[in-house]
């Protein structure tokens, strides 16, 4: 672990929102101290309420209500509220399309769009209450949509443009959702992303779905059924502008986003309204150390919960000009963020581990092609970084001169919780530093016992906070069970971390069933059931084994039914058929035919086994409840390339 640590400078500490060490210590007691005025006094200042809250936080675990009572709407306090102040003519929505198409949208200019866009939705007959899928490519109407929904009380649930028709269908079953509002296609390296045509297929047992709202955006053709679908553009063309924000309860849902699990079904994460609100936007502070005139880039896809706290609700809340960027980061060359940075000017730039180090491997060449000393501070989302990607980001990005925020945080938490407060915190490469205000972390063993400083153990949180999921949708025993029942009256992370002398934490890595691919979350169960579904399947174990870029690259070990088959042909089109189960993001990197897999003497698949394989070829863990040990022997002596 590299020992080096980076103070902030005078300067940067001078102008920040927590500018030293003890003004982060005071904030930090407040909060743990005296929470319920910590939070009131901030939501009170932050928010706009329609009507204020009873109480500050009601805690009846494993449920907990933020500012109950308090009427409010995340629209609201993300557009109208700016439209008042000097920010109403204020770029909101920097854009830029694949092929160089350029947006800049003006807070008003939003409001307008939301407003007509919410319009057209109750033209369609919805209704707060609903739920809506988004599932849209990474336009500046992906982010309307969403407001719109907040804007009239619809929970929408945004679907990543990657996932396929078979994932699309499964959310929009589990949400019973009344519409899917999409577009024809996007681009992605320079090719069409087909989306419309995914919808379609994956509507046929979709029966609660009432009407597809349909966004012109790449113009080729797509099937439009009549009664069922229309087009964005038609829908809107006579609508008015004015649409008022509806009152909603503090604790209304603000969206569900589904994420993996450690079963084969995706949970449903709720968040709701106001405490979501208010974590998202103090972390553009106190993590970003926003400035008005600041140009802030998170280059996260708003299917991700991180497009939606960091692109949309919370830089929208706190009144920022947030970037959006439609492409891959490699089209048409390997200078696209570097060129977008130099074009806007870029402050604030928020990425991913996995981004940093493919850029890194393309060498310097492409950042020093361009001009990049807008940059005053960046960040790093979704996966542990690795101490020499955090040198090379801070070195030859940030020109040595920008701090780099580490944010630990899942799509359950909604917000940053653990990260430097860059004009306070020293950072060390590799560690999301300290907790927010309001974070209790803890590395404990599974009784719950806390481990000694510097040994690795299990992440938990101690007490609730603002942003928190609220329950998984439909299934309030899951969530009782995953996130409070592992250790007793405490959230379970699923993720093995350790603390350091200076109280810093280390975040390793999942405990769980659970991989982390290019800083996206994929259940091994969940391609395990897809890989089963193969005709020529008969059992299928996956697991995460380390990669270079992508830090884990999806390994799957298949035993087959009786037949012929060509094993290379076949795996192949294994590899085909999970990206057609699941989306082309999960497509596995390696697939590898056994005869049989390990098992326990009760017939459970030993994984951790299967991970030491991947991992160093070798087992060295106990094995005694092992069934048969050459299954083992015969799997280390297979080689990567088999
Ligand atoms: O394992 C942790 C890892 O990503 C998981 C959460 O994934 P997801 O819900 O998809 O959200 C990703 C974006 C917030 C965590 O349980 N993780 C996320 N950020 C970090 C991280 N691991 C180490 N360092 C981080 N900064």
């Known amino acids: 672990m590299s020992e080096n640590v980076y103070s902030p400078t005078p300067e940067f500490s001078s102008r920040a929102h927590v500018p030293s060490m003890d003004a982060y210590r005071a904030l930090y007691e407040q909060a743990k101290e005296d929470p319920e005025r910590f939070w009131g006094e901030l939501a009170e200042k932050e928010l706009f309420w329609f009507e204020k809250w009873k109480h500050v ?13 308090g009427v409010t709407n995340a629209c609201y306090n993300c557009v109208d509220r700016h439209l008042t102040t000097a920010r109403k003519n204020k770029v909101a929505i920097l854009w830029e399309g694949e092929p160089g198409d350029q947006r800049m949208i003006s807070y008003q200019e939003l409001h307008r ?13 919805l209704k707060k209450g609903d739920r809506a899928i988004i599932y849209m490519p990474m336009v500046p109407e992906a982010a309307v949509a969403m407001l719109a929904c907040a804007r009239l009380g619809i929970t929408h649930s945004v679907v990543f443009g990657g996932f396929s028709a078979e994932a699309l269908k499964a959310r929009i079953q589990d949400l019973e959702a009344a519409v899917v509002i999409t577009a024809d296609g996007g681009w992605r390296r320079g090719k069409e992303v087909r989306l419309k045509d995914a919808v379609d297929q994956s509507l046929a047992d979709c029966p609660t779905i009432h009407s597809v709202v349909v966004l012109k955006r790449t113009g080729s053709n797509v099937n439009m059924q009549a009664g069922r679908d229309c087009w964005w553009h038609e829908l809107e063309a006579n609508l008015s502008e004015v649409c008022p924000a509806e009152p909603l309860d ?5 969206y569900v986003l589904y994420t993996s699990g450690t079963t084969g079904k995706p949970k449903g994460i709720l968040h709701t309204t106001g405490g979501y609100l208010l974590q998202a936007t103090m972390t553009m502070k106190w993590v970003f150390d926003l400035r008005e005139e600041d140009t802030y880039w998170c280059t996260a896809d708003i299917g991700w919960v991180t497009g939606h706290s960091y692109i949309v609700y919370g830089p929208l809340a706190a009144g920022a000009t947030t970037v959006m960027y439609e492409g891959a980061p490699d089209f048409p060359a390997f200078d696209r963020f570097w060129r977008i940075v130099e074009k806007f000017k870029v402050n604030i730039f928020y990425t991913s581990p996995t981004a940093i180090r493919a850029l890194l491997r393309q060498g310097e060449q492409w950042p020093k092609m361009h001009d990049l000393t807008s940059l005053r501070l960046l960040g790093s989302v979704g996966e542990p970084i690795n101490p020499a990607a955090w040198e090379w980001y801070h070195r030859v990005i940030g020109g040595g001169r920008c701090p780099i925020v580490d944010t630990w945080w899942q799509t359950e938490t909604g917000a940053i919780l653990i990260a430097p407060m860059p004009g306070a915190v020293p950072l060390k490469p590799g560690s999301g530093t300290l907790p927010m205000p309001g974070v209790l972390p803890e590395i404990v063993d599974l009784a719950g016992k806390p481990v000694e400083d510097g040994k690795e153990g299990f992440l938990i949180l101690r007490r609730p906070w603002p942003s928190m999921l609220r329950n998984i949708w439909g299934d309030p025993k899951r969530y009782e069970e995953q996130y409070w029942g592992r250790v007793e009256g405490v959230y379970f992370t699923g993720d093995a971390a350790r603390k350091d002398k200076d109280g810093y934490y280390w975040v390793l890595g999942r405990v769980d069933d659970v991989m982390n691919v290019s800083g996206h979350r994929l259940s091994t169960m969940e391609i395990e059931s897809a890989l089963v579904r193969h005709p020529a399947v008969a059992e299928a174990a996956v697991v995460g084994k380390p990669h270079e870029i992508t830090g884990q690259a999806v390994c799957c070990f298949v035993t087959l039914k009786k037949g012929d088959f060509d094993h290379d042909k076949l795996g192949l089109e294994l590899r085909h058929w999970v990206g057609k189960e699941i989306g082309a993001f999960a497509r596995p990197e390696e697939i590898r035919f056994t005869e049989a897999l390990p098992k ?15 991992t160093s070829h070798t087992v060295s863990g106990d094995v005694t409840t092992l069934e048969d040990m050459g299954v083992i022997t015969r799997l280390a002596s297979q080689h990567d390339d088999d």
């Open 113 to 125: 769009l939301v407003s007509r866009f919410a319009n057209a939705l109750k033209e369609r007959g």
């Open 250 to 254: 503090s604790e209304h849902p603000l």
């Open 57 to 69: 936080f009601e805690w009846n675990p494993p449920f907990v209500k933020w500012f109950a009572g």
């Open 600 to 614: 326990t003497r009760s017939g459970k698949i030993m994984r951790r086994l299967l991970r030491e394989i991947v």
